[in-house]
């Protein structure tokens, strides 16, 4: 069965540092992977996703994914960290037509 | 862009009311979504429909029901409003065909059950 474990419901860094949320998944079948952001009072917008095209994923402002088979999991990362960033963020994996969402990882962004 | 319009931002309900939350989408996505959104639970599906007329029960679909009549638009209904289900409602929306599996999703509806 398809699941997802996001590491740390609250994540805070300072402007300019590498912000670093963590996403480990299980699945019995090539998983599809996600990360959606959620900012306050908003829907969820897609970061970025995988297909298994290639194991590390560009997404938007930014940010990127690595995709590792061995430690199953699929890290986001940003390099540094802008005040903009601070919101919800969700790993997700598909089980198709549904996905199986993470219970979030809220990151704050402190001047 | 694919817009899913959510009919409602906020919605203050009573107990034992029967409530309709409606959800719009401009793409002609084939499946649509209701999820409920909880702190420290994440999304938890209620239900989705593969496409007109055709539903499916999700994770959590007790005290609920939806109805598609239309390829655009999904309703979700709460029979008889309680107290826990104050939440936060989202919809989404996925193309099927030549499609990458992605959610389009709604700016969510806040429901308060008094």
């Known amino acids: 069965a398809q699941s997802v474990t996001q590491l740390g419901s609250h994540v805070s860094v300072s402007e300019g540092a590498l912000v670093l949320l963590r996403c480990n998944y299980s699945s019995s079948v090539p998983p599809y992977l996600f990360w959606y952001v959620q900012y306050p009072n908003q829907g969820l917008q897609l970061l970025l996703k995988y297909t298994s095209a290639a194991t590390l994923v560009k997404g938007i402002n930014g940010f990127e994914a690595e995709f590792k088979k061995s430690e199953t999991s699929f890290h986001l990362t940003k390099p540094s960290a802008h005040m903009s960033d601070a919101a919800e963020y969700f790993c997700a994996v598909s089980f198709s037509p549904k996905l199986i969402f993470g219970t979030g990882t809220r990151l704050q962004v402190f001047p | 862009d694919v817009k899913v319009t959510q009919s409602s931002r906020y919605l203050v309900k009573r107990t034992g009311e029967k409530v309709f939350l409606e959800c719009v989408q401009d793409m002609d996505h084939e499946n649509m979504f209701w999820y409920r959104q909880d702190p420290g639970l994440g999304l938890r599906l209620i239900y989705f429909s593969y496409d007109v007329k055709m539903k499916e029960k999700g994770d959590i679909p007790e005290g609920y029901s939806v109805s598609r009549e239309k390829k655009e638009r999904f309703s979700l209904i709460l029979e008889s409003a309680s107290t826990n289900q104050t939440s936060m409602y989202l919809c989404?929306?996925?193309?099927?065909?030549?499609?990458?599996?992605?959610?389009?999703f709604g700016a969510g509806t806040r429901l308060s059950v008094l």
């Open positions: 989404a929306s996925r193309r099927v065909i030549g499609g990458e599996n992605i959610q389009y």
